[in-house]
């Protein structure tokens, strides 16, 4: 099984920052080198935002975030991050960590994720 949880979420004007993280658990966490951050917004399908390897470090991310958002992670921590700069009212969802094997932005791929965190952007 793999564990995910999700912080750092919150309200936050536009043009504001955010970082959230990702933890990670489980006996099987290590099958899964691909982590993903997904956004589902009131009405709207849940999109990828950005994903990276835990291997090689290589990232994804969606145009809508692109020079804004950067995903990193801690291997040593099994945390993964996504830095938010530059928040924009569209930004606001809920955000998912999840865990998968390839680098893919269908969110049915990723068996594994965590339970979301809010990010509120206002105007």
Known sequence: QVQ???????LVQAGGSLRLSCAASGRTF??????????QAPG???ECVATISRSDGSTYYA??????????RDNA?????????S????DTAVYYCAAGQLMVVVAG????WGQGTQVTVSS
């Not at 145009?63 to 990193?72: E, L, M, N, P, Y």
């Not at 921590?77 to 700069?85: A, C, D, H, I, S």
């Open 44 to 46: 709207k399908e849940r």
């Open 87 to 90: 928040l924009k009212p569209e």
């Open 63 to 72: 145009d809508s975030v692109k020079g804004r958002f950067t995903i990193s």
């Open 109 to 112: 791929a990723y068996p594994y």
């Open 4 to 10: 995910l949880v999700e912080s750092g979420g919150g």
């Open 77 to 85: 921590k099994n945390t993964v991050y996504l830095q938010m700069n």
């Open 30 to 39: 290590s099958r899964y080198g691909v982590m993903g951050w997904f956004r």
